[in-house]
């Protein structure tokens, strides 16, 4: 059964308050999850080292080989020829 005599402005009155708490607490929420996906996609880092990359401009697929290409920090220095049969340093 219903209740007869329902007073929606007594209603709308009485719950102002909880409601405009929960509204005030989603849209806080809201904006913390917003801040904080900004934050992560600011501070990420992007891949590096992958022998082919893909340009972000053009979309084209990059080996890493070519003139643009940038050097290997790690990749050792010839010092000396080695020797013809390739076992040992020449002297």
């Known amino acids: 059964m ?3 005599d329902t007073n929606l402005n007594a209603q709308i ?3 102002k308050g909880p409601l405009l708490g929960i509204a005030a607490a ?3 929420g809201a904006i913390m999850m917003v801040s904080w996906l900004s934050n992560e996609v600011v501070d990420a880092e992007s891949p590096q080292g992958a022998p082919t990359q893909i340009d972000g401009r053009t979309g084209e697929r990059v080996d890493g080989t070519g003139p643009d290409a940038p050097a290997e920090p790690d990749a050792p220095a010839e010092s000396a020829p080695r020797s013809p049969t390739g076992v040992g340093a020449t002297p």
């Open 2 to 4: 219903s209740q007869p």
């Open 13 to 15: 009155r009485r719950h």
């Open 26 to 28: 989603a849209v806080f």
